[in-house]
């Protein structure tokens, strides 16, 4: 049975091993530092589809397909998904999802639907109500710019606090049994909504830095864990104006994350070469870096304890139009390989 | 500790209570057959907010604070908020409940949402995460207009088989120890994504039908029970056009709905006066019926054994407009206030 500890955070009994996972993305992120450690990559937006919307779709359904089909034969099959992404009426994963056969649970996090999926899917896992189940996300840059911004034939110019949506997905399957040396979900943060007043779309990663702060600073204070604890704390995609400020705003708390923290957002494009001013965003961004690279590289050894903290705006064109500010969010969740974290 | 039985439904063991409930809705729903059941109503479309959203953002606020206020000294507050609405990226729930300071999970179920986040809190508390936590969901008639079907001026004629959307909320707390005699969320199914290929946005209620046929289906044989063993089997707004389908759809398999059958959506408007041809819609409409009347009439002994599935239509205006079908979803709750039911 799961535990309240400290304020906020959940710390799991028979923490649910993550079985199987995949991350996608397309060609401008192939062209990136992380390119080759994608399973699968798209050569052009649309990936033989109809409309972007189509293609959006298929990269959750690759995702999931990818990482099913990497589960060890001893680990059953997801019973269950739970998805989201940012599509008007999530629509992506409706219709990605629509032929599965399998309970559905949608979800909105805005960027932070990867950490927010695994969340669900770990407490449902734990909780007994499925043996396995799938955590998805995605998102597309053309999808994202005519929603949320603007047409792109317009060819509108940047803003260098603007971040580049980026065209990915992930799946992670979590399993009750998922057989030892599998990374697994210890600790999972729900996020609290945090806004200071922020309006500037062009520049979420200051919308959402403080509500990574305050999820994190609650976390490691919920646990009585340091940054020191963890050998890595990722966020989502705060990018590099983002991940300054949460630096900032942590240091002032008395938390030091110089030698610990970085940032999907920063670590999927080429800063230089690739023209994406502030960095990565989307819900792809964390989950296609997250289930790939990053889960990949806890399988080498290379971490043994995570602190993965995605981050969402959750704003609409609506919102925006209405001169509303930018909530922030961020879900959080302790990955560990090795032995598990003493807290309190 | 839950348990999965049969397919898809989800035994909980130590079933949560639901300790509080209000139901809201607004003038015109408060001028039909179940107008004096709701806790509270509002008299303008925009109860004094400046615009329609943050009229629906006061909904959601107040269905919360009105529940939250009748909960027993001896029972928790809530620790945490689930959440949706039908606006694009969830903006409702977001900013109704940013300056709530509780973890915040984000879902999207359509008009299924009552249903889904009645399931996710009862998780959530069963898995022992949270003491407490709060279901809750709402829609407006105007922010729902504008935003799936034409601006409001335009005065477009309605089709026969088109729904009215709800404006109404509905906030549901369920506590691990509700005291006795509390309705108990004793089973909960997720519901699987159907899509027959209805393409009639004027048409929910046949785009639904099939999605709650399959959920009530599945439960039923996967608890081994049979209509008879419910007192109200209650769908969330499939309407006139959509109840009569369920019953038939379920008739050709086996299963007789005729006695125990109702919907919120033909129950809260006055079809012969009101105008609103097949009947309710939106989150609302289950949210606020659910809420007030039906589980007011659970403490008062009429009903002692529910089940809920609420039914949600996977679109949005993109969609539509891309010529995709519209995938449907049930999710449901057993919901008992007597002697647990015996399921195998």
Known sequence: ????????????????????????????????????????????????????????????????????????RTCPQPEAIFAGDLQNQCTASSFAFKESGLPFCGLYGACSTMALTLAMAALSVEAGAFRAAAAVTGSHFCTAERQFRKPLEYGGQRAPTAQWTVTGAGAAILAANGGPGNPRITHLHF???????????AN??????????????????????????????LTGDLGFVGGALLRELLRREGFDLTETHNDCGMMIYDRE???????????????????SHIFDEMRRGRYRRILFAAT?????????????????????????SGERMTDR
Chains 1, 2 share one sequence.
Not at 276 to 285: M, P, Q
């Open 1 to 72: 049975m799961a535990q309240r500890i400290g304020a906020h955070t959940v710390r799991l009994e028979r923490p649910p091993s993550v079985a199987a996972h995949a991350g996608l993305a397309g060609k401008k992120e192939r062209e990136g530092p992380l390119g080759a450690c994608f399973d699968k990559t798209f050569e052009d937006a649309r990936f033989g589809k109809k409309t972007w919307e189509q293609a959006e779709q298929t990269l959750l359904q690759n995702a999931l397909t990818l990482a099913a089909g990497k589960l060890p």
């Open 191 to 201: 996020g609290t909504i945090t806004d200071l007043g922020v309006t500037d779309g």
């Open 204 to 233: 979420m990663g200051a919308a959402m830095a403080p509500a990574a702060a305050r999820t994190i600073a609650d976390l490691l204070r919920d646990t009585d864990t340091t940054p020191r604890d963890y050998d890595l704390i």
């Open 273 to 291: 070469k690739q023209d994406v001013h502030a960095g990565g965003s989307g819900c792809g961004c964390s989950a296609s870096v997250l289930c």
């Open 312 to 336: 969402g705006a959750l704003l609409s064109a609506t919102s925006a139009l209405q001169g509303a500010s930018i909530p922030g969010i961020a879900h959080a969740v302790v990955i560990e």
